[in-house]
C-alpha cells in the first residue's frame, strides 16, 4: 500500500533551520505531484509549498516564500522541504501529500486534490 513517512522535524530557535523529509512507497513517484501542508491546534490544514513531478514547478504559501525550498529526488522516492529563517509562527506538524492526476504546470494548493498523506511531523520554534 501507499505510505508518506515524513521525517526531520524537531525544536530550533528563531532564525535556524530544518529539512523534512517525505519518503514515498508504494506508488510510481516520478508520476505524482508533492505537496507540504502544515496544521497548527484547532485550525485547518494549510498549504505550504509543492512540486510537480519534473521538479520545475514549485509555488509556495506568501508566507514562507524565499524562506522555504522543496525539492524531490525521484531516484530516492523522496521529497524534501529546506526550511531557513525559521520563525515561531512555522510552528506546526507539517504533513506531505501526494497528488496523482493534478496539473503539472499549476500543482493544487488545495488539501482536497490530494490523494495520500503521511502522518506528519512536529516542528516547533522557539523565539
Known amino acids: 500500500q501507499v505510505q508518506l513517512v515524513e521525517s526531520g522535524g524537531g525544536l530550533v530557535q528563531a532564525g535556524g533551520s530544518l529539512r523534512l523529509s517525505c519518503a514515498a512507497s508504494?506508488?510510481?513517484?516520478?508520476?505524482?505531484?508533492m505537496a507540504w501542508f502544515r496544521q497548527t491546534p484547532g485550525k485547518e490544514r494549510t498549504f505550504v509549498a509543492a512540486i510537480n513531478t519534473g521538479g520545475g514547478t514549485t509555488p509556495y504559501a506568501d508566507s514562507v516564500k524565499g524562506r522555504f525550498t522543496v525539492s524531490r529526488d525521484n531516484t530516492k522516492n523522496t521529497v524534501y522541504l529546506q526550511m531557513n529563517s525559521l520563525k515561531p509562527e512555522d510552528t506546526a506538524v507539517y504533513y506531505c501529500?501526494?497528488?496523482?492526476?493534478?496539473?503539472?504546470?499549476?500543482?493544487?494548493?488545495?488539501?482536497?486534490?490530494?490523494?495520500?498523506w503521511g502522518q506528519g511531523t512536529q516542528v516547533t520554534v522557539s523565539s
Open positions: 501529500a501526494a497528488d496523482r492526476f493534478g496539473d503539472a504546470s499549476n500543482p493544487s494548493r488545495a488539501e482536497m486534490e490530494y490523494d495520500y
Open positions: 508504494g506508488l510510481t513517484f516520478t508520476s505524482y505531484i
